[in-house]
Nanobody
């Protein structure tokens, strides 16, 4: 049913702003069934939850990234967007969008995009 696909630049320079878009099909980002999430995985490291947006346009962010992260949406395009400011080489990672369910307070990832590689290099 639901499918997601990331798009955006694959190479940035330090101090620039990363902007990635997740295009959703087979479901609506205004659905209350899911949170719409961004996750990343740096090389040789684990998955890192970055933040989510919900059907009411509310957002929540990782405390370590909150100051640099913004998630927004465009309901007419059924898309949600990640912006990460002041990037450094430490932000080099595979970036994913995904759905997140909270059935009876049990949070589980559901659908995942393919992921997009983003490198920050001078």
């Amino acid at each position: 049913q639901v499918s997601l696909q990331e798009s955006g630049p694959r190479l940035l320079k330090p101090a620039q702003t990363l902007s990635l878009t997740c295009t959703v099909s087979g479901g609506s980002i205004t659905s209350a069934s899911y949170y719409w999430a961004w996750i990343r995985q740096p090389p040789e490291k684990g998955l890192e939850w970055m933040g989510v947006i919900n059907y009411m346009d509310n957002t929540w962010y990782s405390p370590t990234l909150k100051s640099r992260t913004s998630i927004s949406r465009d309901t007419s395009k059924n898309q949600f967007t990640l912006q990460l400011t002041s990037v450094t080489p430490e932000d080099t990672a595979m970036y994913y969008c995904a759905t997140l369910r909270n059935d009876a307070e049990n949070y589980q990832y559901g659908h995942w995009g393919q992921g997009t590689q983003v490198a920050i290099s001078s």
